[in-house]
DNA sequence: AATCAACCCAACCGCCGGACC
DNA sequence: GGGTCCGGCGGTTGGGTTGAT
């Protein structure tokens, strides 16, 4: 055989692919990403269509800005764990793992800037038991690590950005001892702990489902029906280009189906 | 209005671990 | 036990957008 094989396709996605692998995902779940990749016919790889649903495509995401308890909850849960995104991320339903990670990356950089610029100030530091944290740099130069987001959560980092939250939260009215409260009161009753989440005009998704587990936590059978309350997946699949979704699964899918 | 820098975010890459043969 | 495949994860990059000058 001298076939040609088709180049995969890399960069943005377009509408169609999108429409199309949404459709493909209802067909056949959200798991067997290498198989959706060939029987669609998208000519992308298994991991970007899976990144792509994770990531955009997925009914359960939720949009716009980091809410106080949200930003909040991202430095408790860092300062915990690390750069444990998708665990952070299992703790704020509707955020990614990505979404989490480039919020850390552009506004705790920022954040850094800022405290390494009031820490640089005359007659200014902050103590710790073990040790007195000064600067960014004398953290770094301390660890040996590039860059203070890739210090995992420890030493020096985790340090300064619990005095962040004890200093953040002071303003909110909030103190550290209710959020640790919370935080093992969630993970003991493996459930969520943003309450006001939803308090979020931009929400536009079943509050009520995923307060109580996020969906990616769904096995694929009962999270299939939780897609009738999306607006969004509505409207998507009202507008599908059946023919192509159906010659699509004609030519690859019937064949995977009945072998 | 033009330019530049900072910011934001989607997407890719490489590695790892589990499942399967 | 070893090889292969595949999904998942964390790190990184590059292009688009926004804001400041």
Redesign the pocket.
């Known amino acids: 055989m001298n076939m040609v094989q088709e180049e995969i ?5 377009t509408e169609q692919e999108d429409i199309l692998l949404m459709n493909f995902v209802g067909l056949f779940g ?7 990749a060939k029987v669609s016919g998208l000519n ?1 790889t ?3 269509c ?3 649903w ?3 495509l997925h009914p359960g995401l939720k949009r716009g800005k980091m809410t106080p308890q949200e930003e909040r909850l991202v430095l408790e849960l860092h300062a915990k764990w690390g ?5 952070i ?1 299992r703790k704020l339903p509707g955020r990614t ?3 989490i ?3 850390w ?3 705790m ?2 954040k850094a800037q800022e405290r390494k610029r009031a820490m640089c100030a005359p007659s200014f530091s902050i103590s710790s038991p073990s040790s007195t944290v000064t600067t960014v740099d004398s953290v770094q130069s301390k660890t040996g690590k ?2 203070f ?2 210090t ?1 959560g420890h030493d020096g980092d985790q340090v300064m950005g619990m005095a962040a939250v004890v200093q953040e939260n002071e303003t909110l009215g909030n103190s550290m001892d209710d959020i640790w409260k919370d935080i093992e009161f969630s993970e003991e009753n493996n459930c969520y702990m943003i309450k006001p989440i939803c308090e979020e005009t931009t929400c536009n998704f079943s509050c009520a489902a995923i307060m109580a587990s996020p969906p990616w936590d769904y096995p694929w059978d009962d999270w299939l029906w939780k897609m009738d309350n999306f607006e969004e997946e509505s409207k998507l699949i009202n507008n599908l280009p059946n023919d192509q979704i159906i010659s699509s699964f004609n030519e690859y899918g019937m064949a995977y189906l009945t072998g």
Do not use: C, M, Q
């Open positions: 396709r890399k960069g943005p996605w959200d798991r067997r990403w290498d198989f959706i992308r298994g991991k970007s899976r990144l792509r994770v990531n955009y750069n444990r995104w998708s665990r991320a793992d990505n979404e990670k480039n919020y990356r552009t506004h950089r920022k590039a860059s987001y890739d995992g």
